[in-house]
Every structure is written in structure tokens, then in C-alpha cells.
T-cell receptor, first 116, second 115 residues
Framework: EAGVTQFPSHSVIEKGQTVTLRCDPI?????LYWYRRVMGKEIKFLLH????????ESGMPNNRFLAERTGGTYSTLKVQPAELEDSGVYFC??????????????FGAGTRLSVL | AQSVAQPEDQVNVAEGNPLTVKCTYS??????LFWYVQYPNRGLQFLLK??????LVKGSYGFEAEFNKSQTSFHLKKPSALVSDSALYFC?????????????FGAGTRLAVHP
């Protein structure tokens, strides 16, 4: 069974440009999460999808970030326009269930975003 | 604010020696507790979790973790370290109440096991 897949693995863009990150969750997982790790600090939650619906987007930093999950399968995270402080590693995770003890989130390898 | 602290940026251990990676947390109520490991160029891999019951939980690759409610700690341990255990380790919590589905992570601890 394939794990969580993210691409690209690394993206280098200039300030003001647009970047789109993609995440393919584990097949059958309705729950999809985006997280971000900036400059070696803690990994922080961005948002949570249940199928195609945004369950919790409390961690989204500002309106330059747009996440979508059309059809409830893969998800994209677009940053437009990118700023220097957006640099970091963006992780995607998926889980079969949301709440309760059964919620184990499985992570992808991350996309390293460098904004110059 | 709810938070997780990993007080050591790096832990150095000789191969064959026991290792401990520390984690304390500050959350409202009782949380679920997790450890993840990240090997170079790989994703975060789930190691183990504490839900309830026995304070010592066992996970993958010979790792275990000890939950201490009074100290709000969840330290990761292994009796005998391997060079291949060298990686970045993250502690995470998920509060049980309040409909929380997101994980709250610490900043990570780099484990270096020397031959």
C-alpha cells in the first residue's frame, strides 16, 4: 500500500511568485492534514480536511494560502504571492479516522519550500 | 497555550548504551501522546502512542516511552542504541477533549548514535 505522497520534494521560487504543493493521501483515508515546519522549529498545524470539506483551518497563516481538496482525494496547497517567511517544510498527513484513539496520522516526506 | 517541549536540541549516545529523548507537555485535560521519527529525506514515521492504561508503551524498532501524568512527561527510551537510530525525533500530543484532531508538536530532538 502506497503511503502519503507529496510533490515536489523541493521548490525554490522568488518572492512574489506562486507555488502549488500537492499531496496524495493513503487510499481510503478521508482525513487529510497540512502542517508546516519553519526554520527548525516545531511542526505546526495548518488545516484539516474531511473528504472535500475543510474541518479546521485555524492554523492557516493568512489569505495568501489556499488549500483545496476537490473530490476528496488529493489536496493542493497554493501560496500566492509567496513571501520570504513562507520558507519551510510543508508536511501532509492522512488518517482513516479523525477523533478518538484510532486517529494515527501518517505523514509524507514533505515539500521543502525556499522563497528567495 | 497548549504546547510540547523537547528540551534537548541534540542527544549524543554511544552505540549499545541506553538512550532517552525527553518530552514534556502542557495541554488542558488528558491528551493522546505520540512519538514520530524522521530519517534523512524521509517522511515522519509513527513510532508509538499512549492512549490509556500501562504507563510504559512499546513501539517500533525496540523503542518504548514512559508516560508520567504528574510530571506531564512522555520520554522516549531504548535500552540499547544503534547507529541506525540516528534521526530526528518529534514528540506530539492531541488533546482528548474539545474535538481536537490536530497534533501539537515539539521542536524535535536530533539523536546521534556514535559507533
Amino acid at each position: 500500500e502506497a503511503g502519503v505522497t507529496q510533490f515536489p520534494s523541493h521548490s525554490v521560487i522568488e518572492k512574489g511568485q506562486t507555488v502549488t504543493l500537492r499531496c496524495d493521501p493513503i487510499s481510503g483515508h478521508d482525513n487529510l492534514y497540512w502542517y508546516r515546519r519553519v526554520m527548525g522549529k516545531e511542526i505546526k498545524f495548518l488545516l484539516h480536511f474531511v473528504k472535500e470539506s475543510k474541518q479546521d483551518e485555524s492554523g492557516m497563516p493568512n489569505n495568501r494560502f489556499l488549500a483545496e481538496r476537490t473530490g476528496g482525494t488529493y489536496s493542493t496547497l497554493k501560496v500566492q504571492p509567496a513571501e520570504l517567511e513562507d520558507s519551510g517544510v510543508y508536511f501532509c498527513a492522512s488518517s482513516q479516522v479523525a477523533g478518538g484513539p484510532g486517529n494515527i496520522q501518517y505523514f509524507g516526506a514533505g515539500t521543502r519550500l525556499s522563497v528567495l | 497555550a497548549q504546547s510540547v517541549a523537547q528540551p534537548e536540541d541534540q542527544v549524543n549516545v554511544a552505540e549499545g548504551n541506553p538512550l532517552t529523548v525527553k518530552c514534556t507537555y502542557s495541554v488542558s485535560g488528558n491528551p493522546y501522546l505520540f512519538w514520530y521519527v524522521q530519517y534523512p529525506n524521509r517522511g515522519l514515521q509513527f513510532l508509538l502512542k499512549y492512549i490509556t492504561g500501562d504507563n510504559l508503551v512499546k513501539g517500533s524498532y525496540g523503542f518504548e516511552a514512559e508516560f508520567n501524568k504528574s510530571q506531564t512527561s512522555f520520554h522516549l527510551k531504548k535500552p540499547s542504541a544503534l547507529v541506525s537510530d540516528s534521526a530526528l525525533y518529534f514528540c506530539a500530543v492531541r488533546p482528548i477533549s474539545g474535538g481536537y484532531n490536530k497534533l501539537i508538536f515539539g521542536a524535535g530532538t536530533r539523536l546521534a548514535v556514535h559507533p
